[in-house]
């Protein structure tokens, strides 16, 4: 339930189609296999992976714990919490119904929510590309014990979630601006009730589960007794797995409440894909971008050589991070579901599925190394202090120290610390990238060497 890259952008330069499908499937599936096993040593991943291209499966296995308690390890039918990966069951729908003639994405939300604020104002277009300048209520899920804080662990009422959200002051007004809200997909949810006469729940086993036999595919995660059921968890001291208190459903409900394996979600994925889901046109519309946003009918977009290139959608719950992307002109896969969240930053799924596409379709990678923090003066780590410029001269990075520590941060992104393993090298966690801070020959810093999976940067000190 979450937007995705922040530091450096996920540069993914697609090669031809006849370079990935030269590469032997068992090469593919080697790579991938070493990678994942050495981040997983490292204590960056605890889940279960899926690459496949069109009918063939590359790469299916388990990674890590299950349940560390019982000692049982995750396998390829191990079941997740989803978060937002829910949402493309909910574009499915509603062009399944737009199809049928039940509903437009374009009708106003007042016409199947009258009473909800500005609802004559707000397209279910608008409730899918982010535009709707409605509060997002994850923020609910992780705000600070106070009197009026809601325990989401145990079933709350759709009505108190929406009166939540719908009191909150608008982000912008109705189709003007994208902010990302999971309460747009929630309201859809209700939307699908409203025009179906059916539970959210009822119409996505009818439609979809039971067609396509996704067996281990569903909702209400707390109380399933399925076997494989994974703990959910936390990173503590980026190494120690502490179990998470887990969201119920009716709390993630149709932004982010099913649970299912990475074989289902490969079934969902060929299904979608060979228009046994949504017609030819419909399936293309599923993925297009809606006006200026990067937001289609329940999946996000992102380019490669052309766009619409890569379709992804990816979720963030306590306990639970998941990745599931498409490549839908090589009709390429890559579905990661981990049963650890990213409250830590060694434990990101996107430095995971990123290397993964990159091992997928041929291109320069690396397995991360084990990098250990050191301690370093204060008076030594004053000399890099300032202001640096990337070789193209469109962004700048500003490297701060505040209380004996040095944060980077690029132009329009977070700030983010970095580390010392030396006195002139420097990593971060959140993504596998290395500094190295270059002095002239008169002892002087000049520029920072930036190492990535990408390539060798170099950004030149300019105040």
Known sequence: MKNTLRLFHLLLILTSASQIYAQQAQSIAQKADDYLTAITRLHRFNGTVLIAHRDTVLLQ???????ESAQTS???NSIFQLGSITKTFVGAAVLQLQAEGKLSV??????????????NRITLNDLFAHTSGIYDYKSFLYSPPGPDKVDFTHPVPKEKIVSMFSSKPSTDRPGSKEHYTNSGYFLLGLVIEKVTGKPFETVVRERFLKPLQLTRTGFDFINLRQPGKTTGYSYEKDSVLVAAALIDSTAGYAAGGMYSTIGDLYRWSRALQTQQVLTPENWKLALLPIGKTKWGYGWGTSTFKSPNDLVFQNGNLPGFGTYLILFPKEEMVIIVLSNVDDASDLTSTEPIVRDLAFISFGLPYQIPKNHKAITVS??????YVGVYQEETGKRKMTITLEKGKLSLQVTGQSKLEIYPESETDFFLKIVDAQLTFLKNPTGQVEQILVRQNDGDFHWKKID
């Open 106 to 119: 374009k009708d106003k939300l007042s016409q199947y929510l009258p009473d909800y604020p500005e609802g």
């Open 74 to 76: 995750n396998d390829t």
């Open 378 to 383: 204060e008076t030594i780590l004053r000399q």
């Open 61 to 67: 296995k388990g990674y890590g714990w299950r349940n």
